[in-house]
């Protein structure tokens, strides 16, 4: 059973988390995740986030995410070998037919490099948003959201489209599917902010993997 202290659990309806095997997973369900390696830790660090990797579960025991080494398809077991926390999520629109379209796409990701730059974009914008919206008054003349918008543009324009980090992976598949995760471009969401999906409803707390 999950202990009610992870921040990733269904705490908010009142409830605890439960533990999950692959078996309770369907078609395009995501998967966040963490681990002790030097990397999570900058990552999460970095985003403010208790989980630092997203990923797709593709059905047969298998997932695709990208890391470092590209975009690539491998088994769960493998991708949570690491892993301290991993927590399954579902979006209540999915269908089978959509699950499907995510699938199909993620597969014609693969072989795709990581993005590096978008990662660092993602560093610019926590510290831009950090000294520009949190930290002084520009945001009461923008209102908050466009002024953490305006900062994602000008540091995600790094990014290039033949590369993509994991969370970026999982959004561009949601949208080709017709089920859209944010309103905002896929290069813009961080693993960090896809719990805040989970905190909004937008996604629905399927278990955790590990905890």
Do not use: W
């Amino acid at each position: 059973m999950a202990d009610d202290s992870i921040a990733l659990d269904p705490a908010s309806d009142g409830g605890a988390g439960r533990s999950i095997g692959t078996g309770a997973l369907e078609n395009a369900d995501i998967v966040l995740s963490t681990t002790a390696a030097f990397i999570s830790k900058a990552i999460r660090k970095v985003t403010d986030s208790p989980v630092s990797h997203a990923m797709l579960y593709v059905g047969d025991g298998l997932i695709v995410d990208a890391t470092g080494h590209g975009v690539n398809v491998r088994p769960l077991a493998e991708a949570l070998c690491d892993a301290s926390l991993a927590v399954a999520y579902r979006h209540p629109a999915m269908t089978p037919g959509k699950a499907m379209v995510v699938r199909d796409f993620a597969g014609q990701r693969l072989g795709a490099k990581y993005s590096v730059r978008g990662i660092v974009g993602q560093l610019g914008a926590k510290i831009d948003n950090a000294v520009f919206c949190d930290a002084n008054d520009v945001h009461r003349l923008t209102g908050k959201g466009n002024c953490q918008v305006s900062v994602k543009r000008l540091n995600m324009s790094v990014a290039s489209d033949d590369q993509v980090f994991c969370s970026q992976l999982v959004v561009e598949a949601y949208q080709r599917a017709g089920v859209p995760l944010t309103r905002t471009p896929p290069s813009f969401t961080s693993p960090e902010e896809l719990v805040r999906l989970r905190l909004a409803d937008t996604i629905r707390y399927v278990g955790h993997l590990k905890a």
